[in-house]
């Protein structure tokens, strides 16, 4: 089974604090994203990787930062907190770079700031 | 051009009922429409998909049916469980996307 495991379930942080946001894949997939998930706006694209050291924005990149130095592991980096990034957030993976690939969801990070 | 409007919002339906959730899309060159799940307290999961050569694909309760002319695709969850209850995605990609665009989910609940 496709594991995706996001270092904390809940975590709660000041404004202006420096977030770290960590995600492992155990299935040696090539791509992984990042995603926040708001009531009514449904999944929405931070970033993506497919590759080591690789990185594209998605939707809404803006106070956001990615880092991806080993394949299995994806961090998404908030440089200032603000609370209006107080939100779910979903990393994932896929095997392939096929956007028809499976995405495997991690459970999330609850993330509130204050 | 990217977008994909899914509804209702939130859905109620009694055990052994259908639940019916829409959705539609507007840039044509989407091909890929997968439906995802999630239960509380975990990230989605894949459901079920299809890709518009055919108009119905079904897994077990599970049917998702795909209009085409409509730009519009619907999943049908025949004899609602509760074990059902979850949230559920539509999505959509194809053509020159680089990503998978989500609807904005539907909160299901299934009552006894």
């Known amino acids: 089974d496709v594991k995706v495991t996001q270092s904390s379930r809940y975590l709660v942080k000041r404004t202006g604090e420096k977030v770290f946001l960590e995600c492992v894949q155990d299935?040696?997939?090539?791509?992984m994203f990042w995603y926040r998930q708001d009531p009514g706006l449904g999944l929405r694209l931070i970033y993506f990787?497919?590759?080591?050291?690789?990185?594209e924005k998605g939707d809404i990149p803006e106070g956001y930062s990615v880092s991806r130095e080993k394949k299995e592991r994806f961090s998404l980096i908030l440089e200032s907190a603000s609370t209006n990034q107080t939100s779910m957030y979903l990393c994932?993976?896929?095997?392939?770079?096929?956007?028809?690939?499976?995405?495997?969801f991690g459970p999330g990070t609850r993330l509130t700031v204050l | 051009q990217q977008q994909v409007k899914q509804s209702p919002q939130s859905l109620i339906v009694q055990k052994g009922g259908i639940s019916i959730i829409n959705c539609a899309y507007e840039?044509?060159?989407?091909?890929?429409f997968p439906w995802y799940q999630q239960f509380p307290g975990k990230g989605p999961a894949l459901l079920i998909a299809?890709?518009?050569?055919?108009s119905e694909k079904k897994e077990g309760r599970f049917t998702i049916s795909f209009n085409k002319s409509a730009k519009q695709f619907s999943l049908h969850i025949m004899d609602s469980q509760p074990g059902d209850s979850a949230t559920y995605f539509c999505?959509?990609?194809?053509?020159?996307?680089?990503?998978?665009?989500f609807g904005t989910g539907t909160r299901l609940q299934v009552t006894l």
């Open positions: 994932a993976s896929s095997l392939d770079r096929y956007l028809t690939d499976t995405q495997y």
């Open positions: 299935m040696d997939h090539e791509n």
């Open positions: 990787s497919y590759d080591v050291k690789m990185k």
């Open positions: 840039n044509t060159a989407f091909d890929y």
């Open positions: 299809i890709r518009p050569d055919v």
């Open positions: 999505a959509a990609t194809g053509g020159t996307a680089s990503k998978l665009t």
